[in-house]
């Protein structure tokens, strides 16, 4: 079964930057949609951006202008380019896949904006 996992989490000062990556176990197996979740303390899993395999791009309001989401299919992983981070964005970031009705989660990358 194919795997997701992420790297790339740490802790950033307000206004900085982190790059997550995802990475599949399996190269030969592309997800339709490949996206990013975040899930704070005491708050339920959020969506924060997707992608498609023709490379569509969605994002949430709250990080439109300083998340960028990106795919190298060739590779079967997925980036989040974060930028201006601020305080609110500190949560457990996961990555998902999905293809023809399944769906694989990362185990998660923990993000601390703070100074």
């Known amino acids: 079964q194919v795997q997701l996992v992420e790297s790339g989490g740490g802790l950033v000062q307000p206004g900085g930057s982190l790059r997550l990556s995802c990475a599949a176990s399996a190269s030969d197996f592309n997800f339709d949609i490949m996206a990013w979740y975040r899930q704070a303390p005491g708050k339920q899993r959020e969506w924060v951006a997707g992608?498609?395999?023709?490379?569509?791009?969605y994002s949430a309001d709250s990080v439109i202008g300083r998340f960028t989401i990106s795919r190298d299919s060739a590779e079967n992983m997925v980036y989040l380019q974060m930028d201006n981070l601020e305080p609110e964005d500190t949560a457990v970031y996961y990555c998902?896949?999905?293809?023809?009705?399944?769906?694989?989660w990362g185990q998660g990358t923990q993000v601390t904006v703070s100074s």
């Open positions: 992608i498609s395999r023709l490379n569509v791009t």
């Open positions: 998902m896949g999905s293809r023809r009705g399944i769906i694989v």
